[in-house]
């Protein structure tokens, strides 16, 4: 079955940066649409960045400017460069895929990681 494994989480300061892969299986990056996806405890879970297949991209207001998603299509690798961290990033980030549909809607997305826990310190 179609699997997402996400890494490279971890906890940093304020102004920090971190950079998470998930390495994708049985199903390929160059094509569909993919995403990662955080949820704060007591929250909803909420889209951060999207890729479609053609390398367009999609990220909310909050997180703009600061993380910006990539993939490499020859190792089915997703990632997520974050920079500028604050403590209102900490949360659980998922990485997703498998869907036409490139909002930030986690509901289009079948296909999910296990998610890894990023924690900013003030």
């Known amino acids: 079955q179609v699997q997402l494994v996400e890494s490279g989480g971890g906890s940093v300061q304020t102004g920090g940066s971190l950079r998470l892969s998930c390495l994708v299986s049985r199903l390929t990056t160059s094509s569909n649409c993919w995403g990662w996806f955080r949820q704060a405890p007591g929250k909803e879970r909420e889209g951060v960045a999207t890729i479609y297949f053609g390398g367009s991209t999609r990220y909310p207001d909050s997180v703009k400017g600061r993380f910006t998603i990539s993939k490499d299509d020859a190792s089915n690798t997703l990632y997520l460069q974050m920079t500028s961290l604050k403590p209102e990033d900490t949360a659980m980030y998922y990485c997703?895929?498998?869907?036409?549909?490139?909002?930030?809607?986690?509901?289009?997305?079948?296909?999910w990681g296990q998610g890894t826990q990023v924690t900013v310190s003030s």
């Open positions: 997703a895929g498998g869907t036409y549909y490139c909002d930030l809607v986690k509901a289009d997305f079948p296909y």
